[in-house]
């Protein structure tokens, strides 16, 4: 089915923004496209929670934590789905991953890792 290729973390100070990016590039359009896709993270000491999640028709779900400041969004074109964070707070600091559910099978990236610190 294709690995799953995050990017896009980094250090950021509170208050600024940072864009993930998830590839699918091996994964073949057919089997993409009715995928939901999600993104997850996990902080140390903690246990990994959903972040946000989109259906191949644009239905998105989002935290309660995160409602109104990250964005996801999926260009199925391209085989890519994207994470927009603005307002960024330490508490937002973990390890970010993105995952591919279809019919019963789940798949994850390696993750990303996002600092947000002063």
């Known amino acids: 089915q294709g690995p799953l290729v995050e990017s896009g973390g980094g250090l950021v100070q509170p208050g600024g923004s940072l864009r993930l990016s998830c590839a699918a590039p091996r994964t073949i359009t057919s089997v993409f496209n009715p995928s939901i896709m999600g993104w997850y993270r996990q902080a140390p000491g903690k246990e990994r929670e959903l972040v946000a999640s989109i259906t191949k028709d644009g239905i998105t779900n989002y935290a309660d934590s995160v409602k109104g400041r990250f964005t996801i969004s999926r260009d199925n074109s391209r085989k890519r789905v994207y994470l927009q964070m603005d307002g960024l707070t330490p508490v937002d600091t973990a390890v970010y991953y993105c995952?591919?559910?279809?019919?019963?099978?789940?798949?994850w990236g390696q993750g990303t890792q996002v600092t947000v610190s002063s």
């Open positions: 995952n591919r559910y279809l019919d019963g099978q789940t798949y």
